[in-house]
């Protein structure tokens, strides 16, 4: 049984996210928990916390959120009707964003956050201040990001953007194996360099226990150079169809030199990808 947070600001953005979220563990035995967060951070004046009674909190904070979230949850039955393996669950919390994810993600042993990304600089937003870049880089957990105007479709393609200078456990890349073989999906597993063409020794080790891992499952190696980086994974995602792209959190850095090059003016591709992020768990 799977356990999912599905954070909700109650916008068609979040109603995105939830749907694809739905179809993305579709056959899959869930526990969805939608959360919405009525942030601490929100009622501070003039500097000053303002520090409301418990009576006043569900007045006025909890309340018309548990009339919202039952919407959110009428919209579900009717959409997503008679699903046996899938379970749903409201909650309201009113805490500072980030600690209140962190304490869900721990009492609800939660296995993965679904969260919308908005705006058309898409995964860029992602990872330099948004709601859902703030969880991906403070919250160990893994995060599939669903770009606002993405559809569900059947995950047939999925890409690892991955540099081979981290030696991956198996326990990290579960979740990806899973996914590819439950989709019965071909995974690329993406190397894209400026302009080096080979790999060191520590690089080539990395690479074959990758090969190891995934070799019972369509799995693929596609080495890119190009001095900029960002038209190589562009062309890369559009000219395989890739449906999912996906990276372990620890290569952020890595990741961030490919697609927010200091030039850059237009990136399109992502805006309709979801994107997961693996996080190594304590």
């Known amino acids: 049984m ?5 954070p909700t600001d109650f916008s068609e953005n979040s109603w995105n996210a939830i749907k694809y979220a739905i179809h993305f563990f579709d056959t899959v035995p869930c526990n969805f928990y939608l959360l919405h967060i009525n942030r601490v951070s929100d009622n501070f004046l003039d500097g000053s916390p303002y520090i409301a009674t418990e009576e006043v909190l569900e007045a006025v904070h909890k309340k018309p959120s548990k009339q919202k979230l039952r919407k959110v949850l009428k919209r579900i039955s009717e959409h997503f009707p008679n699903n046996p393996y899938h379970s749903y669950y409201s909650m309201t919390d009113y805490d500072f964003f980030i600690e209140s994810i962190r304490k869900h993600v721990e009492q609800k042993q939660i296995d993965t956050i679904v969260m919308g990304t908005k705006g058309a600089s898409g995964l860029k937003e992602i990872i330099v201040g948004s709601n859902t870049g703030d969880v991906i880089t403070k919250v160990k ?3 599939l990001a669903v770009p606002e105007q993405a559809n569900f479709c059947k995950i047939r393609d999925i890409a690892f953007v991955t540099d081979f200078s981290l030696n991956y456990n198996i326990q990290i890349l579960q979740p990806l194996f899973e996914i590819t073989e439950r989709n ?3 995974l690329h597993i993406l190397h894209i360099s400026k302009n080096k063409t080979s790999l060191n020794t520590e690089q080539q080790i990395n690479r074959e226990t990758l ?9 693929r190696f596609h080495y890119l150079k190009n001095t900029k980086l960002e038209d190589a994974i562009q062309g890369f995602v559009e000219t ?6 996906c990276m372990v959190a620890k ?3 890595y990741f961030q030199q490919i697609l927010f090059h200091s030039k850059i003016e237009k990136i399109s591709y992502h805006i309709k990808i979801p994107f997961l992020v693996l996080h190594e768990k304590n």
């Open 240 to 245: 395989q169809n890739i449906n999912l792209i």
């Open 141 to 143: 957990c893994n995060l």
């Open 184 to 186: 019965k999906a071909a």
């Open 251 to 253: 290569n952020l850095n």
């Open 211 to 219: 090969g190891d891992y995934f070799i019972s499952i369509d799995s």
């Open 2 to 6: 799977k356990n999912i947070l599905l």
